[in-house]
Nanobody, 123 residues
Framework: QVQLVESGGGLVQAGGSLRLSCAASGRTFSSYHGGWFRQAPGKEREFVAAISWRSGSTNYADSVKGRFTISRDNAKNTVSLQMNNLKLEDTAIYYC????????????????WGQGTQVSVSS
């Protein structure tokens, strides 16, 4: 089992920045791929970014490329998401996720999920 707890959400003006963190406990998180997803009201949960545990390779949704950066610190069992130049459409609950086998961009690829943290972007 892996337990994930997100932090760092909040209210920010458009064009601003936030940094989300995900702290993992339980089994060795360093052997899991890490991912971030988000869900806006009335919409399905969607992929934001992922990072491979083995190579450190990253993958991003087109909507956040060039603005968001995912990173991890295996020594601290954390995965972070730096979000710059935030837009109104980035408003959502952001979820951290861990996948043991698949470095993917679908919800079904991930085995463990955090409770989520709210990010709200105002004009």
């Amino acid at each position: 089992q892996v337990q994930l707890v997100e932090s760092g959400g909040g209210l920010v003006q458009a064009g601003g920045s936030l940094r989300l963190s995900c702290a993992a406990s339980g089994r060795t998180f360093s052997s899991y791929h890490g991912g971030w997803f988000r869900q806006a009201p009335g919409k399905e949960r969607e992929f934001v970014a992922a990072i491979s545990w083995r190579s450190g390779s990253t993958n991003y949704a087109d909507s956040v490329k060039g603005r968001f950066t995912i990173s991890r610190d295996n020594a601290k069992n954390t995965v972070s998401l730096q979000m710059n130049n935030l837009k109104l459409e980035d408003t959502a609950i952001y979820y951290c996720a861990a996948a043991q086998l698949s470095f993917g961009s679908t919800v079904a690829s991930y085995d463990y999920w955090g409770q989520g943290t709210q990010v709200s972007v105002s004009s």
